[in-house]
């Protein structure tokens, strides 16, 4: 379900489950203790090298500030960076590396669906706790370690809606996707979105990532007459497909819709002119914070929707390890619930609560609009600027406050 300007609300519990950090921070507990240490997961080389080096700094500061609280159990946290290249077998050998040589009960990462879906089955089935923001809907399906802390790709129905009050008199939609799980699954979505709302899904273009030359299939696209074109694409290739439909004649972007307006962040002022669309991950009480202490620390701000989720996934598994008093795995899983339902983010407006999957039950974002090269608040014509939310219609829109049993889990993951 997609409600347009929706209202505003924040959880009214506190922040980080103060009592529990300040008892386990107190003097002995584990000061001299070794580092304890995280897994990190992210494709630094590939093609979304830009997006994940933003998600890896997020993480990075997140950890800073924490250690600089006490850490977790009184001890600092050390990162373990493995690089999966962008690539599933790489993802799948890093992530054994980490649970198996590195022994690390949680990691951090899996931008990417192409890679967090492989290497989420691997530490699922070795009950390594694993905090992604990929978006494919085949992660709710992978086991009780594996958390989301950005929307499954079903919440992009509401760029649908988006499209559907921006331009009202649009009857042709098409999408324009990488090749791959979340791709796939955002043409889904979108197609079936657009028919429960009277439009035409004309065309797919569906890519291989990492090409140098997409005209031929641009072509094709641009050739469906769409109305309204849907995207979502990662940060490399944008840089390539922007560039040769400008080549091509677009010269006005404003038929392009973004689910990660953010991705085309670094690119030519010329190349994103017009384009709209939603960063739904990124919205927040404070995000306008953490993006100065973001660009304080490096130099600059992010571009990708997809960096303050991390942020929030740091602080989440810390809290989690201080009120489960361990660094067992199983522990740690039954935590992230408490932890992630008081816990007040820099994205999603905040709301960092899980459903009985671990994944996020809503998400909300504003619309936006590229004006000379920078992403400004837009005004849907006859809506103004509402906030944009999603919630599933069912008991997955539910946010819980405490780990399902384990009769639930076998009720939820009958094939685990």
């Given at each position: 379900m997609?409600?347009?300007?929706?209202?505003?609300?924040?959880?009214?519990?506190?922040l980080?489950a103060?009592a529990?950090?300040?008892?386990?921070?107190?003097?002995g507990?584990?000061?001299?203790?070794?580092p304890?240490?995280f897994?990190i997961?992210?494709?630094?080389?590939?093609s979304?090298?830009?997006?994940c080096q933003?998600?890896?700094?997020?993480?990075?500061?997140?950890?800073s500030?924490?250690?600089?609280?006490g850490g977790?159990?009184?001890r600092?946290?050390?990162?373990i960076?493995e690089?999966?290249e962008?690539?599933?077998n790489?993802?799948?050998?890093?992530a054994?590396?980490?649970?198996?040589?590195?022994?690390v009960?949680?990691?951090?990462?899996?931008?990417?669906?192409?890679t967090?879906l492989?290497?989420?089955?691997v530490f699922n089935?070795k009950?390594?706790?694993?905090?992604v923001?990929?978006t494919?809907?085949d992660?709710?399906?992978?086991?009780?370690?594996?958390f989301?802390v950005?929307?499954?790709?079903?919440?992009a129905?509401?760029?649908?809606?988006?499209?559907?009050?921006?331009?009202?008199?649009?009857k042709?939609?098409?999408?324009?996707?990488?090749?791959?799980?979340?791709?796939q699954?955002r043409?889904?979505?979108?197609?079936?979105?657009a028919?429960q709302?009277g439009l035409?899904y004309v065309?797919?273009?569906?890519?291989t990532?990492g090409?140098?030359?997409f005209?031929a299939?641009?072509?094709?696209?641009?050739a469906?007459?769409?109305?309204?074109?849907?995207?979502?694409?990662y940060?490399?290739?944008?840089e390539?497909?922007?560039?040769q439909?400008?080549?091509?004649?677009?010269?006005?972007f404003?038929k392009?819709?973004?689910?990660?307006?953010?991705?085309?962040?670094?690119?030519?002022a010329?190349f994103t002119e017009?384009?709209?669309?939603i960063?739904?991950?990124t919205?927040?009480?404070?995000?306008?914070?953490f993006?100065?202490r973001?660009t304080?620390?490096?130099?600059?701000?992010?571009?990708?929707?997809w960096?303050?989720?991390f942020?929030?996934?740091?602080?989440?598994v810390a809290t989690a390890?201080n009120?489960?008093?361990?660094?067992e795995?199983?522990?740690?899983?039954?935590?992230?619930?408490p932890a992630?339902?008081?816990?007040?983010g820099?994205?999603?407006?905040?709301d960092?609560?899980?459903?009985?999957y671990g994944?996020?039950?809503?998400?909300?974002?504003?619309?936006l609009v590229y004006?000379q090269?920078k992403t400004?608040?837009?005004?849907i014509?006859?809506?103004?600027g509402?906030?944009?939310?999603?919630?599933?219609?069912?008991e997955?829109?539910?946010a819980?406050?405490?780990?399902?049993?384990e009769?639930?889990?076998?009720?939820l993951y009958?094939n685990n």
């Open positions: 997609t409600i347009l300007g929706a209202r505003e609300t924040r959880r009214s519990v506190s980080l103060a529990a950090l300040a008892t386990l921070m107190l003097p507990l584990g000061r001299a203790a070794d304890v240490n897994g997961l992210f494709g630094l080389t590939g979304a090298a830009v997006s933003e998600s890896l700094n997020s993480v990075k500061l997140a950890i500030e924490i250690n600089k609280a977790v159990l009184g600092q946290i050390n990162l960076v690089d999966d962008g690539r599933p790489s993802a799948i050998q890093a054994n590396k980490l649970a198996d040589v590195d022994k009960p949680v990691v951090i990462g899996g931008y990417q669906s192409s967090a492989p290497a989420g089955k089935n009950k390594v706790v694993f905090v923001d990929a494919t809907n992660l709710q399906s992978v086991g009780p370690y594996l989301d950005a929307g499954l790709a079903d919440q129905a509401a760029l649908i809606d988006f499209v559907k009050a921006d331009n009202p008199n649009g042709r939609l098409a999408g324009l996707f990488e090749n791959n799980p979340i791709g699954d043409s889904k979505v979108s197609e079936a979105r028919k709302l035409e065309h797919a273009m569906l890519y990532e090409q140098k030359d005209r299939e641009l072509t094709k696209l641009i469906a007459k769409p109305d309204a074109i849907v995207t979502d694409i940060d490399k290739d944008a390539i497909i922007q560039r439909l400008y080549e091509m004649g677009t010269t006005d404003s392009f819709y973004s689910y990660n307006l953010g991705a085309f962040g670094s690119l030519d010329k017009g384009m709209k669309g960063d739904y991950a919205s927040g009480l404070r995000s306008a914070e993006k100065k973001y304080a620390a490096y130099g600059k701000s992010y571009t990708d929707a960096a303050p989720p942020y929030d996934a740091a602080w989440i390890i009120l489960a008093n361990s660094l795995p199983q522990k740690i899983r039954d935590a992230m619930w992630a339902y008081i816990y007040l820099v994205s999603s407006n905040g960092k609560a899980f459903n009985q994944k996020q039950p809503t998400d909300s974002t504003y619309p004006k090269g400004l608040s837009y005004s014509p006859g809506a103004g509402g906030l944009i939310v999603f919630r599933y219609a069912d997955r829109g539910e819980r406050q405490v780990a399902p049993t009769e639930e889990f076998k009720k009958p």
